[in-house]
């Protein structure tokens, strides 16, 4: 029985080069719970820098994961809120999470 | 709401060191199937060398994922399987697996 596992490899660590980068679970985490500024996204995780978030935040938008709403205001606002995409990562995520905080 | 992330940050990047490494996220879905001997495991998974395979091996084994068994055969054999920590990880990998196949 062998199974071509080279597919499944493939992706599986293109998910985690996406997952595996500091803060990205946690941002996702976050954007969860529903659509956030970038001003409450920093204020909820104050370890992580302003220049770093943005880097995160480009980053999940890029991979499809975010979506980026800028919003006209005095001063302007950004919104960020999870694609289908980042939501089902999201779900996903939440299982290793749980089974982090049971077994380590 | 500035709920304290830090243990579940600490715990998730801890979980992430453990499973961002190569080849670790196949072996565990491999033994999701059940038990197998080394000789197996190299079958199922061709590209991974001897080597490699004994260090991850090895690794997941002090990270309490595994049990090895040595069967006192000619030759010696010696079988791993999951532990229930290594199981409920295997689990919620599983997750993201799905997510990497249909994402990704």
Not at 21 to 45: D, T
Not at 92 to 100: F, G, M, Q, S
Request: aromatic share 6%; glycine share 4%; net charge positive.
């Amino acid at each position: 029985m062998k199974q071509d596992f080279k597919p499944l490899l493939a992706k599986v660590e293109h998910a985690y080069h996406i997952i595996g980068k500091k803060w990205v679970n946690l941002i996702i985490h976050v954007l969860m719970e529903g659509p956030k500024r970038f001003s409450e996204l920093h204020a909820i995780i104050p370890d992580l820098s302003k220049r770093m978030l943005n880097e995160r935040l480009k980053e999940l938008e890029e991979c499809g994961l975010l979506n980026r709403v800028v919003i006209p205001d005095r001063p302007v606002k950004t919104e960020y809120s999870l694609t289908e995409k980042g939501q089902e990562l999201g779900a996903a995520l939440c299982h290793v999470e749980v089974w982090a905080m049971k077994w380590l």
